[in-house]
């Protein structure tokens, strides 16, 4: 039963850690192995092929009791249950959260409601499969009847982060003959180039938005449609060869111009950061085959199935989030870092940008309150070793707080045994010097490493389609656990609605230029002298 007017300030775990903050301010990561013989063995976790050690953190036995009661005390376990049954926990768009839905499997379903949507879950993943396979085996044909060679989607946020992502992570076992490009901002620039580079007769654009209305979106898929006229001679109709839809709203992309048969829906509760799961994910079964495709839903499912089922305390998405609410709002972090040691996950840190800053960015509780506390940490990050050679000097010798997810494949069979022995030494050198520190040399004041910077450490055997798939769903149910806890709803995003009305105001042919501010007015009165 949800705890009506629940705030994480009201609870007794709350007002615990706040004294502990102050009582451990000055513990020192080291001293705690010291104290803490189990420590190790107690602070790691294997969820399938994934393996977490979050034993380097600035976290005591006191504080972890509390923080697991912070958990217990909140509503996330009922909160946790009312999303995986198909609730509207999304209340201020009335919608349910069921992206778990798209990955989830017959034994999983309990309700005659599961099995209904399952079953549409499953033509609309069909679907995929068919038009994935016909792309590959050469058998889709552009309008002078050659194969695809070249797939171009455009989309935006979500209908764009998490498929690129997928097909750099999955590179592995991309298509030998098939490319992928994805196109998402406006700037012209972006798209012009692209098109430059391709032949229009072995193009396929994959229109991908939810709504299809999406300005940005619309706007790249009407330069193509220029292209494809301009090149080829073709109109609307007759380039119809060459497009999909991707779409919630199927009735707009067919009077968009779009076959019938060339539209791949989805439902309207798929969130757009939580879609690469749905048809938004052609691009990815294009470029890695439908049944690897399949594996990384299997993988995401894994997680699904853990997040539900393990104890609260051995439970790695509800482990991650606690620590960050740690950091966040005891520690007063204000970032945290996540740092591959993988070139194939160099977009990671873009995409949890979307995941977890649009879904907790909020300052509004699920009771309509002011929030008073931090929600929603600051997500940045680049692999290494080229973060180490970038940004390391601050997270060493800095003086802000950062805690770091560091990430890895234990097995690359892209490299080979010398390269990768050095890339995970440089990671687990780089953990261990932030943790030690290093004391100054006589007059080399310059030379002080403070050390007790916190990390977690996460391994997958090898970055398989997979284990792909167990890692997102595994921070998407960090970021559902820390919403939770923070008592807001992690699964709208009216926060960027101001800035589309503004520029949509902005580019009104009729606007009247002395209402705007004085600033944007000037940038407008400048512009106006150059063009």
Not at 250 to 278: C, D, H, K, M, T
Not at 343 to 352: I, N
Not at 369 to 380: E, F, K, L, M, S
Not at 440 to 463: F, V
């Amino acid at each position: 039963m949800s705890k009506t007017n629940y705030s994480p300030t009201g609870t007794d775990a709350w007002h615990n850690l706040e004294q502990l903050s102050k009582v451990e301010a000055n513990t020192r990561i080291t001293e705690l192995f010291d104290l803490e013989t189990d420590r190790v063995e107690r602070m790691s976790l294997q969820a399938g092929e994934l393996f977490l050690d979050y034993s380097k953190n600035l976290v005591s036995k006191n504080v972890w009791r509390q923080l697991i009661a912070l958990a217990n005390e909140s509503n996330l376990l009922t909160h946790r249950d009312a999303m995986f049954c198909g609730d509207p926990i999304n209340g201020t768009e009335n919608r349910a959260v069921l992206h778990a839905a798209l990955r989830s499997e017959q034994g999983d379903l309990r309700t005659s409601e599961d099995r209904d949507r399952n079953s549409t879950i499953n033509q609309q993943l069909e679907h995929v499969r068919q038009v994935s396979e016909k792309v590959r085996n050469g058998s889709w044909h552009g309008s002078t009847g050659k194969s695809i060679t070249d797939v171009v989607n455009i989309g935006i946020g979500g209908s764009d982060l998490g498929p690129k992502l997928a097909c750099s992570a999955l590179s592995e076992f991309s298509h030998p003959s098939i490319n992928i490009h994805f196109i998402a901002n406006v700037d012209g620039a972006e798209i012009l180039t692209t098109l430059a580079k391709l032949d229009p007769e072995t193009t396929l654009v994959a229109i991908a938005s939810k709504t299809f209305t999406t300005q940005e979106t619309l706007l790249n898929a009407k330069t193509t449609l220029d292209w494809f006229e301009e090149t080829l001679g073709l109109k609307s109709a007759q380039a119809s060869a060459h497009f999909i839809a991707l779409t919630a709203s199927p009735s707009n992309a067919l009077a968009y111009g779009i076959p019938e048969s060339q539209i791949l829906e989805f439902a309207e509760w798929v969130g757009g950061r939580y879609s690469l799961w749905s048809s938004i994910g052609l691009s990815i079964a294009i470029s890695i085959g439908f049944p690897r495709f399949s594996e990384m839903l299997a993988g995401a499912r894994e997680m699904d199935l853990h997040f539900q089922n393990a104890p609260i305390d051995q439970n790695m998405p509800v482990i991650m989030a606690l620590l960050g609410i740690w950091y966040s709002n005891f520690l007063d972090a204000q970032s945290t870092a996540v740092i591959p040691y993988c070139e194939r996950l160099q977009l990671l840190p873009s995409y949890l940008q979307q995941l977890d800053m649009e879904s907790n960015g909020k300052a509004t509780s699920l009771n309509g309150q002011p929030i008073t506390y931090n929600t929603g940490a600051i997500v940045w990050g680049q692999t290494g070793t080229n973060g180490q050679h970038a940004f390391f000097q601050l997270l060493h010798q800095g003086t802000r707080l950062v805690p770091i997810d560091f990430i890895a494949a234990v097995k690359d069979s892209l490299s080979n045994d010398e390269h990768h022995r050095v890339l995970i030494g440089n990671m687990l050198g780089q953990s261990s010097a932030l943790m030690k520190g290093q004391a100054a040399p006589e007059s080399q004041p310059h030379r002080y490493y403070a050390g007790n910077k916190p990390s977690n450490t996460l391994l997958m055997d090898s970055l398989s389609a997979k284990n792909f798939g167990a890692l997102i769903a595994l921070y998407e149910h960090k970021v559902f656990v820390q919403g939770s806890i923070w008592n807001i709803n992690s699964f709208d995003q009216w926060g960027v609605e101001l800035g589309k009305n503004m520029a949509n105001k902005l580019l009104d042919s009729d606007l009247d230029h002395d209402s705007l501010d004085a600033s944007t007015k000037n940038l407008f009165d400048h512009m106006k002298k150059i063009i």
